[in-house]
């Protein structure tokens, strides 16, 4: 039983590609989020959602677009895919509570080439 | 400056042995401190809170200086599967946002 999942596990793709990452929970949780880890394994968040509404939304290139069909799913889109794009892309999800206890997916690689 | 900033090591210690990570955060108006850990190649997961009074979850000890704004993580009698990066995360205004330093890297061996 899989709390947070993840699809795919491994991405590997050209540049100038659009992809998408998908992620869900059975958690039962309100919030979610997407983070990028990078090569030197700064953990960075993104973009989170409560209850389907965007929260949070950082200083991220407008290829990136989130989307949050319900409480259960959390989707990022990446469009004209960069060499700088790749990275450990985690999704995680928490109670609007307590937010400081994030579960994490398993995250998805990410290659641009 | 990074706003929450860790050594990255790697510690390299004995089976059994103790140590300690610090963390420092620039933001003074940081309200909530956490340590968590992440194996190699797996997502990251949360270790345990840090209370202004420390606080002690078997071999895992953490304490938090505010007039320093430091976070420390003490753990003793390590064990081979202590092995991990622990990630010093700090919660600026009681929001959603976690801010994540880049992680020590801890070995544990034989």
């Known amino acids: 039983d899989t709390a947070v999942s993840q699809t795919p596990k491994y991405l590997v793709t050209q540049m100038g590609n659009d992809k998408s990452i998908k992620c869900e929970q059975n958690?039962?949780?309100?919030?979610m989020y997407w983070y990028k880890q990078d090569s030197k394994k700064f953990l960075k968040i993104m973009f989170s959602y409560n209850n389907k509404e965007l929260i949070i939304n950082e200083t991220v290139p407008n290829r990136f677009s989130p989307k949050s069909p319900d409480k259960a799913h959390l989707n990022l889109h990446i469009n004209s895919l960069e060499l700088g794009d790749s990275a450990v892309y985690f999704c995680a999800s928490s109670l609007s509570g307590s937010s400081y206890e994030q579960y994490f997916g398993p995250g998805t690689r990410l290659t641009v080439t | 400056r990074k706003e929450v900033e860790q050594d990255p090591g790697p510690f390299n210690v004995p089976e059994g042995a103790t140590v300690a990570f610090n963390c420092t955060y620039s933001n003074s108006a940081s309200q909530s401190f956490f340590w968590y850990r992440q194996d190699c190649r797996k997502e990251p997961k949360l270790l345990m809170s840090?209370?202004?009074s420390g606080n002690e979850d078997g071999r895992f000890t953490a304490q938090l200086n505010r007039a320093s704004q430091y976070i420390s993580l003490l753990i003793r009698d390590s064990k081979l599967s202590d092995s991990a990066t622990y990630l010093c995360v700090v919660n600026r205004d009681s929001s959603y946002k976690l801010i994540f330093g880049s992680g020590t890297r801890l070995l544990v061996r034989p």
């Open positions: 958690l039962g949780h309100d919030t």
């Open positions: 840090v209370y202004s």
